[in-house]
C-alpha cells in the first residue's frame, strides 16, 4: 500500500513538472522514494523503471542548467545505490557458483584416500587414534571455494574512439557515431552496448581469440546528454563494464550565422579604421601651411588691454583647434589701475581657461569686453555654454564648498584668483546669461587720477 501511495504522488509530481516544462526537485525525490519502496516489496521491474524515469528526468534538468546541483546529487546517489546493488549481486553469484558443503567434503575425503598408503585403512583400524591429516571438515565450516578463473595475461583493455565529448547533429538525421577498441588477451564471448534506457545491441563475437578489434555501430540519438556503456565477457566468463561516455548532442548551426558574424565584423573593423584615418591628422596633404591657427592673433597694446590680450593668446594656445571662436570688445588705450594689471593675470587667465573648458567642443562664443566707471573697471567674460543651475554658479566661487562640478576641475586656481582680485581691494562675481551662458564680473579700482 505504502508503495503504491508512493508511485501515485510521483506520477501526480511528474504530471505537475511536465506542466512546468522542468522537473522540479520535489517530482525527483519522490521518485526517489518510490524506488526504494518497490526494492522493498521485491517488484523489481517497477524499480528499474522508476529509476530509469528518474535519470532521465535528472540529466534533463542538469541540461537544463536551471538549477543542476539537486539533480546531479540525486544521479549520483542512484549511481551509488546501482554500485552496492551490482556488488552484493556479484557476492550472491559467487555464493550460488559454490558447490554444497557435502560435495566439498567428498571432494576432500576422495583427494585425502588417494594420497594415503595402500595399509592405511589397516593402521586406521589398529589404532584409535585419528590422523589430523585426514580428519573430514565439519559440516558447519566448509573449505573456502576457489576464485573464479581469469585471464592471466590481464583484464580487457577499453580505448573510445568515437563519440567526443560534445558531437552536433547530423544535417540528414539525428543520430551519432560510436567506435571503441578493445585488447582482449584472452578472446571475447559477448560484446553488447548501452545506449541510455535503449535495450543492449549485440556485436557479433570475433572467432579470432585474443587480440585487439574495434567495433562501430551508428544509434539513432537526439539533442542531449546520452549516455554510452559496453558490456564485454571473455573466454574465460569473466565480464567487464567499459568507462562511461557521456556525449552532448548539440544542434547545427545554420550557415547564414557565421556569414552574419563575419560581416559584422568586417564591418566595425571599416568603422574603426575609419574613425582612425579621420582623427589622424593628414600631414603632407598639400604643400599649403596648416589652416588652423596656433595662436590667437591679437595686436600690440599696454595696460590692461594688453594683458588681458596676453593671457587669451597663453589659454588659446593650450586649447589648440578645440578653443572656441572669441569676440574682443576692448578699448585701445585702457585706463590707469591702482595697481600692476599683471600681477592679476593669472587670474585672468584662470577665469579664461574655465569659460572655455565649458565649450570645449569648440560650439559656442566667448565675449570679453572692458567697461570705465567712476572708480573702478569692469571686466567681463561671458560663453554661450549651457546655463548652470542657480544655486551651483554661487559655489563655484565658494572656498567653503568642495567638489562642484561646475568649477571644471579648476577649484584651487579659482580660489587663488578670488584672493587675488580680493587683495588689491577688486571684486568678482558670477551670474547667469539671460539668453544661455555664464558670465563673470571682474571689478578693479582705478589709479589716482580717475579718482
Known sequence: MEGLTARTCALVGLLVGLAQSLPSDALLDSLQLAALDLEKDGRFDERDQTESLLENLARQRVVADSSPEHPRVRLQQLERLRGERAQREAVEEKAQRQPPAEVTRMLADTADSEAAPPSAPAAQAASPTPIAATAPTPV???????????????????????????????????????????????????????????????????????????????????????????????????????????????????????????????????????????????????????????????????????????????????????????????????????????????????MLRLHARRLEDGKGQILMAMGLGPVSVEVVFEDTATTPEEGSIQAILDPSRPRVRERMGLDRELELAVEAFQRCAGSVSMEARIDGGLRTRMKIPLGQKHA
Not at 560484446?191 to 563475437?205: N, T
Not at 544509434?219 to 565480464?239: K, M
Request: hydrophobic residues 35%; contains cysteine; glycine residues 10%.
Open 140 to 350: 558447519g565450516s566448509p573449505r573456502s571455494p576457489l576464485p573464479p578463473p581469469t585471464c592471466p595475461a590481464g583484464p580487457i583493455r577499453f580505448h573510445w574512439v568515437e563519440p567526443a565529448t560534445t558531437v552536433p547533429l547530423g544535417k540528414d538525421e539525428a543520430g551519432m557515431d560510436v567506435k571503441i577498441r578493445l585488447e582482449a588477451p584472452c578472446g571475447l564471448t559477448r560484446i553488447e552496448l548501452y545506449a541510455d534506457d535503449l535495450p543492449p545491441r549485440s556485436f557479433p563475437v570475433p572467432r579470432t581469440g585474443a587480440g585487439a578489434f574495434e567495433f562501430a555501430d551508428r544509434i539513432v540519438a537526439t539533442e542531449g546528454i546520452h549516455r554510452l556503456e559496453f558490456l564485454v565477457c571473455d573466454s574465460l566468463g569473466t565480464c567487464m563494464r567499459s568507462p562511461a561516455r557521456e556525449t552532448r548532442l548539440v544542434g547545427n548551426v545554420p550557415s547564414w550565422v557565421p556569414r552574419a558574424v563575419g560581416g559584422l565584423v568586417l564591418a566595425c573593423g571599416l568603422l574603426g579604421l575609419t574613425l582612425f584615418l579621420r582623427r589622424r591628422p593628414h600631414r603632407g596633404r598639400s604643400a599649403l601651411p596648416d589652416a588652423r591657427p596656433t595662436a590667437v592673433p591679437v595686436p600690440d597694446s599696454k595696460g590692461l588691454t594688453g594683458t588681458l590680450r596676453k593671457r587669451l593668446q597663453q589659454v588659446a594656445q593650450e586649447f589648440g583647434p578645440a578653443f572656441p571662436a572669441i569676440s574682443l570688445r576692448l578699448p585701445d588705450h585702457p585706463p590707469t589701475l591702482a595697481i600692476d594689471s599683471e600681477s592679476l593675470g593669472d587670474a585672468f587667465s584662470t
